[in-house]
Nanobody
């Protein structure tokens, strides 16, 4: 079992920055993948970024490359998503998720989800 709690969402103007954090507890092992997904109104949930807990290898969606950075603090069991140069199309509920293994981008691998945090980018 893994428990996830997100924090850090809010309202920001286009071009601004936000930092999202995900505090993880429970069975976190080296093969665990922690990821961020987002869901905008009327749209399907989509992959944003993910990190392998042990190796630190990362994957980012093409839409956020160069603007978002994902990292983790193994000692504190916290994953962070730094979001810069935000655009109105980044507006969504952002979810932290965990998978025990498998490809980092694979939605179907993620069994554990946080409650979500709202990110709103105004134009």
């Amino acid at each position: 079992q893994v428990q996830l709690v997100e924090s850090g969402g809010g309202l920001v103007q286009a071009g601004g920055s936000l930092r999202l954090s995900c505090a993880a507890s429970g069975r976190i092992i080296s093969s665990t993948a922690l990821g961020w997904f987002r869901q905008a109104p009327g749209k399907e949930r989509e992959f944003v970024a993910a990190i392998r807990w042990g190796s630190g290898s990362t994957v980012l969606a093409d839409s956020v490359k160069g603007r978002f950075t994902i990292s983790r603090d193994n000692a504190m069991n916290i994953m962070t998503l730094e979001m810069n140069s935000l655009k109105p199309e980044d507006t969504a509920v952002y979810y932290c998720a965990a998978a025990t293994g498998g490809p980092l981008r694979a939605f179907s691998e993620y069994s554990y989800w946080g409650q979500g945090t709202q990110v709103t980018v105004s134009s």
